[in-house]
């Protein structure tokens, strides 16, 4: 398999940089300051904990916790993962045979096209830069073939944050239905929409051959749970899931179980405090980039924890992106890592986060970097 572009950068740079700008999810936090903000109770259900094995499922209460953030799907309709990196390996394992096609919207993590290639063909559509990220579905219609299996989403997505409009998902839908194939849709960015209007039903709610995969590390804020879950109205296919996870982690670490539950308690304090960061970090990115209008074109993404703006300067992205890294310690993603082997990928844009406090410092070094640059430009 190729290898993953992002985690790879990541491993040489996310704890090496100084100013990590480029972060997809929302500030964490403390053991301490959840269990804080879950009151008196949380302290002693942590401590309680039985460290045994958990069941492969997911805890029983911790599943009709995320059900609970579902409107069809029940705790049977759940299968947990540790993160949604081991969900989206088992589900194309278990999803996808030699003789399927797969198609797979472009840009997207890495995961999502890397899996599906490394089992079946799979084909390009794309998000339209041009067209504020709409998704081509004149592109899907063409793509799909007889043996099309699956087609795999995620909205918002990762790196544009682009979401479709209902109209749009409405009729992905009907055009997966009408051929019989399963929609598998990432939602890990979901509540994390700039207009609330935007955001669009969970898959699994609203299609029978729809899988919602999601993870506590987004828009929750606590990647090092390591929690995740796909949720589907197929039993047939969770119990598949159930079984191949059987020779991966076969369950998950209770202690994270029972914090997992612990903030799904508070999912509301939680998901509030996070909208409120992106939200003030969003107006500082629009200060920052109203200063430079000709280096760089902002947009607002329609939602998600980082945003996917282009950059004008003359040197071009990577080598803006790799000098404020290497002379500035500045970590930026630029568009090369999330270059795809199904179709061609918009060249300039880097991806920006949104999700963490102190990104002032950050923006301050950009400034210094760019200004002192200036007249190169
Ligand atoms: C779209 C998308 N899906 C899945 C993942 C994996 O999530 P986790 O690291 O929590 O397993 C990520 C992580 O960045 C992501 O951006």
Redesign the pocket.
């Known amino acids: 398999m190729r290898e993953f572009e992002l985690e790879k950068h990541f491993s040489k740079w996310e704890f090496a940089a100084r100013y990590h700008m480029t972060a997809?999810d929302a500030q964490s936090m403390t053991v301490d300051e959840l269990l804080e903000m879950a009151g008196d109770k949380a302290k002693d259900e942590l401590l309680n904990c039985w460290l045994g094995y958990t069941e492969t499922r997911g805890a029983p209460d911790l599943r009709e916790a995320i059900a609970d953030t579902y409107n069809v799907c029940k705790a049977d309709n759940i299968q947990c993962f540790v993160?949604?990196?081991?969900g989206?390996y088992a589900a194309m394992r278990v999803m996808l045979n030699s003789d399927d096609h797969a198609i797979v919207v472009v840009p997207n993590?890495q995961?999502a096209e890397t899996l599906a290639l490394s089992i079946c063909e799979v084909t390009g559509i794309p998000l339209l830069a041009d067209e504020n990220w709409r998704l081509d579905l004149d592109a899907l219609r063409d793509a799909i073939r007889p043996n099309t299996k699956l087609v795999s989403i995620?909205f918002p997505n990762?790196p544009t944050g682009a979401i479709p409009d209902h109209d749009t998902l409405n009729s992905l839908i009907d055009i997966c239905r009408a051929h019989d194939i399963w929609l598998f849709s990432?939602e890990?960015?979901r509540l994390m929409e700039i207009d609330e209007e935007k955001r669009i039903p969970q898959i699994a709610d609203i299609y029978e051959k729809g899988v919602s995969v999601n993870?506590l590390?987004?828009a929750y804020g606590l990647?090092g749970l390591?929690i995740?879950w796909a949720a589907c109205q197929d039993k047939e296919l969770l119990s598949s899931l159930e079984k191949y996870r059987h020779y991966m982690s076969i369950c998950s670490s209770a202690p994270s179980e029972r914090l997992s539950v612990i903030a799904l308690s508070i999912k509301d304090k939680l998901l509030t405090r996070n909208r409120q960061i992106v939200f003030e970090n969003r107006n500082k990115l629009d200060v920052f980039f109203s200063d430079y209008p000709d280096l760089f074109e902002w947009r607002h993404p329609d939602g998600g924890c980082v945003a996917y703006p282009k950059y004008l300067g003359a040197d071009g992205v990577e080598s803006f992106c790799h000098d404020l890294v290497e002379t500035e310690g500045v970590l930026l993603l630029p568009a090369s890592i999330y270059k795809s082997e199904l179709m061609d990928t918009p060249q300039q844009h880097f991806r920006i986060g949104m999700g963490r406090h102190g990104i002032d410092e950050g923006l301050k070094v950009m400034r210094k970097f760019i200004d002192r640059r200036g007249n190169r430009l």
Do not use: Q
Not at 83 to 86: D, K, N, V
């Open positions: 997809s993160g949604i990196e081991e989206i993590y995961a995620n990762n990432d890990v960015y993870v590390s987004k990647p390591r995740g």
